[in-house]
């Protein structure tokens, strides 16, 4: 099985309580001795805490993902709204460390508090590349005053699972191919394991599949017909084999444009939850015009609000002719609205492009000029918002009460700039 995989010195970087820790670092702070949270708008008692540091979660039971409301009043706790540029800032900087260390070509940053660097080759120039991770996590605490995470293996995945599994626990975990039976066939959560989503996990419950023993021990030809490419990638993950390269994109095949909105109050009709899919189809359609990519395949997820008892949806339909025009994006929007939206309170939409090819292999039919033009006019469009900035050019209907654009453009990967 491990003839042919890889071995490299992986690791993968994480920040511990990243958010909490940058707003620490400038109010004087400690995080590991005071209850904080940072969470996305006061204003909205409902909103989303975003990072809370260990003793708030040790004392209160308040983590990522938790809401304002549950927050009790105590005199102990600290809360604070993001500061999204001064993170963004922050993890620049981090980078910049870490490029102290290796070539940037060496550095995959996944997220604002997650990086992969590849340590092999450095063992002459820093010593055994267990002792190089651990000089970066001294360096990140000294110079930023941030606790970090290192998970090491011999590939991306298996640095990503020691990091998610064990070295959040003990800050430091190395895996090999050997401990693949030890330490992740064991695990039952299914969705604990990189790559792994809520609908994944159901589609590999209702197979009979609870543990990733049971995943790695599952005929490969049923996970194939059952998941695509999806059930070959997951039953080499299995047995930790995992062939991405630092600077590829992870999970080949699987790229796409895609924008998630979690919505700012329940939407409750049709016709508002038309106004924001078609705002969000015009940002995925321009990203995929940028990029030069064009989709065949569009997908729409809508998840329904708590008090409307949760729930939603998530299906795709693929078009003859790949594209990247707005409206072709939001017409097959609209289709998948109309047949599965249920008229219940909605709060999250998601809209995805994908299955991405060149824009240079669409056809171009001498009898339609209405799709060159809509071309043209797509990326005048673009032009004009890259140039002075995305609210410069809006619809009508982004200054209606549904619309989010205009107060979104306020707003830095969804929260306080």
């Known amino acids: 099985m491990y003839e042919n995989a890889t071995q490299r010195s992986m690791i993968c970087v994480d920040m511990r309580s990243f958010y909490a820790s940058c707003i620490a670092s400038i109010e004087n702070l400690n995080v590991m001795e005071v209850p904080m949270a940072i969470v996305g708008n006061f204003q909205q008692k409902g909103s989303v805490v975003l990072a809370a540091s260990p003793p708030m979660k040790k004392r209160f039971n308040i983590r990522t993902g938790s809401r304002l409301y549950e927050i009790p009043p105590h005199p102990d706790i600290r809360l604070f709204e993001p500061r999204m540029s001064f993170f963004i800032r922050m993890s620049?900087?981090?980078?910049?460390?870490?490029?102290?260390?290796?070539p940037k070509e060496a550095i995959h940053v996944y997220s604002i508090d997650e990086s992969f660097i590849d340590l092999t080759g450095t063992e002459k120039l820093w010593g055994p590349p267990e002792q190089t991770a651990e000089r970066i996590r001294d360096q990140i605490?000294?110079?930023?005053?941030?606790?970090?995470?290192?998970g090491f293996g011999p590939n991306m995945l298996l640095a990503k699972l020691a990091l998610d599994i064990e070295a959040k626990k003990t800050g430091f975990a190395k895996w090999t191919y050997d401990d693949v039976p030890t330490k992740l066939w064991p695990v039952t959560q299914l969705t604990?394991?990189?790559?792994?989503?809520r609908r994944?996990?159901?589609?590999?419950?209702?197979?009979?599949?609870?543990?990733?023993?049971?995943?790695?021990?599952?005929?490969?030809?049923?996970?194939?017909k059952r998941l695509g490419v999806?059930?070959?990638q997951l039953y080499y993950h299995a047995w930790g084999i995992d062939h991405s390269t630092v600077g590829a994109p992870i999970m080949q095949g699987q790229i796409s444009f895609g924008k998630?909105?979690?919505?700012?109050?329940d939407y409750r009709s049709r016709q508002e939850l038309l106004v924001v899919l078609l705002e969000m189809c015009e940002d995925v359609a321009r990203r995929a015009r940028e990029a030069r990519k064009i989709g065949r395949t569009i997908s729409l997820g809508l998840s329904y609000s708590k008090d409307a008892f949760g729930g939603g949806f998530h299906h795709a339909r693929t078009i003859d002719e790949p594209t990247n025009?707005?409206?072709?994006?939001?017409?097959?929007?609209?289709?998948?609205?109309?047949?599965?939206?249920?008229?219940?309170?909605?709060?999250?939409l998601t809209v995805t492009l994908s299955n991405i090819e060149s824009e240079y292999s669409m056809q171009l039919s001498l009898f339609d000029e209405a799709r060159w033009r809509n071309r043209k006019l797509g990326e005048t469009m673009d032009q004009?918002?890259?140039?002075?900035?995305?609210?410069?050019?809006?619809?009508?209907?982004?200054?209606?009460?549904a619309g989010t654009a205009i107060t979104r453009a306020s707003l830095l990967g969804g929260h306080k700039k």
């Open 260 to 265: 998630g909105q979690m919505l700012m109050r």
């Open 200 to 224: 994944t996990e159901k589609t590999l419950h209702h197979m009979g599949i609870y543990s990733v023993y049971d995943l790695a021990h599952t005929d490969l030809e049923l996970l194939e």
């Open 141 to 150: 605490y000294r110079q930023f005053d941030i606790q970090s995470a290192v």
């Open 230 to 232: 999806m059930g070959n």
């Open 384 to 401: 004009l918002r890259t140039k002075y900035g995305t609210t410069a050019l809006l619809r009508a209907i982004s200054y209606t009460e």
């Open 92 to 102: 620049m900087e981090i980078t910049r460390l870490l490029n102290d260390f290796v």
């Open 192 to 197: 604990d394991v990189w790559g792994i989503g």
């Open 325 to 348: 025009d707005t409206l072709k994006i939001f017409h097959v929007c609209k289709e998948l609205l109309d047949e599965f939206y249920a008229e219940r309170p909605a709060r999250k």
